[in-house]
Nanobody, 124 residues
Framework: QVQLVESGGGLVQDGGSLRLSCAIS????????VGWFRQAPGKEREFVAT????????IYAESVRDRFTGAKDKAKNMVYLQMDSLKPDDTAVYYCAANSLGIAYAHKERYPYWGQGTQVTVSP
């Protein structure tokens, strides 16, 4: 199996920055994509970004493109999400998730492995 643990969430003001980290352990050799999702209160969990575990290629949701940047460090089994120009609408619990599929899916159903989430709160 694969285990994921997020960290780096917190409270930040409008326009601020945070960097989320996702520590991955277990059968990392099976991974193809590591995704970031978020869920705000009363809303569905939504796609934020996905990163190719071997290639480093990235795909972003339209709402975060040009503000968020994904990166990975295979040697450390880590994936990161740098979030800049944060807005109150970015407030949510952020999750990292992983799959062993060869396609960069934006659908949460395609990711069988999930972390516990980290809270990000952006104050006006």
């Amino acid at each position: 199996q694969v285990q994921l643990v997020e960290s780096g969430g917190g409270l930040v003001q409008d326009g601020g920055s945070l960097r989320l980290s996702c520590a991955i352990s277990g059968r990392t050799y099976i991974l193809q994509f590591v995704g970031w999702f978020r869920q705000a209160p009363g809303k569905e969990r939504e796609f934020v970004a996905t990163i190719g575990w071997n290639t480093g290629s990235t795909i972003y949701a339209e709402s975060v493109r040009d503000r968020f940047t994904g990166a990975k460090d295979k040697a450390k089994n880590m994936v990161y999400l740098q979030m800049d120009s944060l807005k109150p609408d970015d407030t949510a619990v952020y999750y990292c998730a992983a799959n062993s599929l060869g396609i960069a899916y934006a659908h949460k159903e395609r990711y069988p492995y999930w972390g516990q989430g980290t809270q990000v709160t952006v104050s006006p």
